[in-house]
T-cell receptor, first 112, second 106 residues
Framework: SQTIHQWPATLVQPVGSPLSLECTVE??????LYWYRQAAGRGLQLLFY??????ISSEVPQNLSASRPQDRQFILSSKKLLLSDSGFYLC???????????FGQGTRLTVV | GIQVEQSPPDLILQEGANSTLRCNFS?????LQWFHQNPWGQLINLFY???GTKQNGRLSATTVATERYSLLYISSSQTTDSGVYFC????????FGKGTRLHILP
């Protein structure tokens, strides 16, 4: 069966520090991979999605970037965090063009 | 891009009541999902329902793709049903609605 791992679960970082969140999927090949952000009490905003290695679609211009160095690994990064980067970050995977997403446990990021 | 609207934004019900949550989308879709986000933030897959009707216990969902909407029915609500319910559409690019926050009172 397929599983998705996302870490860390919580993170407190100072303004201006770098960020690296990692997500890996097991039990499937060539998945679509996603990063979403959820501000407190609000909906899920699609940040990035990838349909293959090196193929990253950015949905919202911002202080973040994503990379997919391996087929089942998706990394969310920032060189310098802003206070507005605080939120709940969720990684997800789906099979190509099937639109059925499965989510990791999420990372609660607080920028102080 | 496709727009996804959910209604109502908030719903407060007494335990045992029934509820209907709605998801409208602006363009034809091949895929639609319903999720429940629990108080710990975990997103739980409820239904994958691009068309037709499905039932799982006290929950059921209906998608009328030609009319661009989907409904989630919760019968005999329990306090554990509280949380936020999302619908999401898309093939590769998956877009979420803003959710319906459901609060079931004991």
């Amino acid at each position: 069966s397929q599983t998705i791992h996302q870490w860390p679960a919580t993170l407190v970082q100072p303004v201006g520090s770098p960020l690296s969140l990692e997500c890996t999927v097991e039990g499937t090949s060539n998945p679509n991979l996603y990063w979403y952000r959820q501000a407190a009490g609000r909906g899920l905003q699609l940040l990035f999605y990838s349909v293959g290695i090196g193929q990253i679609s950015s949905e919202v211009p911002q202080n973040l970037s994503a990379s997919r160095p391996q087929d089942r690994q998706f990394i969310l990064s920032s060189k310098k965090l802003l206070l507005s980067d605080s939120g709940f970050y969720l990684c997800a995977w789906s099979l190509r063009r099937q639109g059925r997403a499965f989510f990791g446990q999420g990372t609660r990021l607080t920028v102080v | 891009g496709i727009q996804v609207e959910q209604s109502p934004p908030d719903l407060i019900l007494q335990e045992g009541a029934n509820s209907t949550l709605r998801c409208n989308f602006s363009d034809s879709v091949n895929n639609l999902q319903w999720f429940h986000q629990n108080p710990w933030g975990q997103l739980i897959n409820l239904f994958y329902i691009p068309s037709g009707t499905k039932q799982n216990g006290r929950l059921s969902a209906t998608t009328v793709a030609t009319e661009r909407y989907s409904l989630l029915y919760i019968s005999s609500s329990q306090t554990t049903d509280s949380g936020v319910y999302f619908c999401a559409v898309g093939d590769d690019k998956i877009i979420f609605g803003k959710g319906t926050r459901l609060h079931i009172l004991p």
